[in-house]
């Protein structure tokens, strides 16, 4: 918390905005740690920071901003635990920001494991959906790839997905793989495990392709969430155990 900054007082941020000014593009930053404190209501008494994304336009203004809605708390094998909620606090509202080219929706990192946001997000207009993430290697290997491209095709969106990669401190392996996926679930560039640049060509048009030719956001229904059915269960019934080797 020592370093965290109020949003006008972040160096880097500041920096971001500079490089977007000099260099005419829009620039996506997420996220970066910043104190809310002060801000148009923030809790007086919430001590939490937030997980902040901003997107830059090319005068370096700030465009949109968007604070992580889901925090990931998890209790792991051996007694190690991770709490992100202790140190930050929820964003409350979903971000769909105007573009030259379409709208994008903004979401960080464990918002993609979270398919009825990025559904909120389309539905609202988004053309582009923002991930910007940190994966370990054992769940990045596992889901990173496959999450992208579900969020990507359940939604006919492109997926821009800035992904950190190397060791942090205390020895964590970080993912990598920086993607970008076309509506249709394609991956048009991975980063792979190694620092550098990725590009793309992006055509709007395919986001129409997608959506005619598999038009779920028009066939979208409310529906009430389900009761819990209780059936009898046989006698025979009995609980499973997990031998060693299925547990993961």
């Known amino acids: 918390r020592d370093k965290a900054r109020r949003e006008?007082?972040?160096?880097?941020?500041?920096?971001m905005r500079d490089l977007a000014r000099e260099t005419g593009t829009w620039?996506?930053?997420?996220?970066?740690?910043?104190?809310?404190?002060?801000?148009?209501?923030?809790?007086?008494?919430?001590?939490r920071l937030a997980n902040r994304s901003f997107l830059?336009?090319?005068?370096?203004?700030i465009v949109a901003r968007y604070d992580k809605i889901h925090m990931f708390d998890i209790d792991l094998p051996g007694g190690e635990s991770y709490r992100e909620s202790n140190a930050y606090r929820p964003g409350g509202g979903t971000v769909v920001a105007e573009t030259p080219w379409g709208r994008l929706g903004m979401t960080v990192c464990y918002d993609v494991r979270f398919p009825h946001l990025y559904r909120a997000l389309a539905q609202a207009g988004a053309d582009f959906l923002a991930v910007p993430?940190?994966?370990?290697?054992?769940?990045?290997?596992a889901h990173w790839h496959v999450l992208l491209r579900a969020r990507?095709?359940?939604?006919?969106c492109f997926v821009f997905a800035p992904a950190q990669w190397g060791e942090h401190a205390g020895g964590r392996l970080s993912y990598g793989h920086s993607a970008i996926v076309d509506p249709w679930g394609e991956i048009l560039a991975d980063g792979g495990e190694e620092p550098g640049i990725i590009t793309?060509?992006?055509e709007p048009e395919r986001i129409a392709k997608a959506r005619r030719m598999v038009p779920s956001l028009q066939h979208d229904r409310p529906f009430t969430a389900p009761e819990l059915v209780r059936l009898p269960l046989p006698r025979s019934s009995r609980s499973h155990r997990l031998d060693k080797d299925e547990r993961y």
Request: proline share 10%.
């Open 8 to 15: 006008a007082e972040d160096p880097f941020l500041a920096g």
């Open 27 to 47: 620039i996506l930053v997420g996220s970066l740690v910043i104190d809310p404190a002060g801000e148009p209501g923030a809790d007086p008494g919430e001590e």
């Open 56 to 61: 830059i336009d090319a005068q370096g203004g």
């Open 133 to 141: 993430s940190v994966f370990t290697v054992p769940t990045g290997k």
């Open 152 to 156: 990507a095709i359940e939604n006919g």
């Open 200 to 202: 793309a060509r992006i």
